[in-house]
């Protein structure tokens, strides 16, 4: 019985994904708006940096900072 109730939400999700695809507009991505002015677009390298690098590093010094500040480290090894 658990089977079939998975199989039936798995098929609603699917269908109601499928119909939200089809009925949904494209996205008018090449139309531009009234006063819209793009800037240059990124290169590859300023792309990986800001998207790939950055998150990393501001994870590390954020995981970094928290083993640094960590107090019960400090009273596990005096206790």
Do not use: H, Y
Not at 15 to 29: F, R
Not at 48 to 69: K, Q, R, Y
Request: aromatic share 2%; proline share 4%; charged share 20%.
């Amino acid at each position: 019985m658990d089977k079939k109730n998975a199989l039936r939400a798995g098929a609603l999700a699917a269908g109601t994904t499928l119909m939200m695809l089809l009925m949904s507009s494209p996205a008018l991505a090449l139309t531009r708006d009234d006063g819209d002015d793009p800037g240059k677009g990124l290169s590859v390298v300023e792309t990986l940096g800001l998207f790939v690098a950055a998150p990393i590093v501001l994870f590390l010094v954020i995981a970094g900072l928290v083993m640094v500040t960590d107090k019960s480290r400090k009273q596990a090894k005096q206790g």
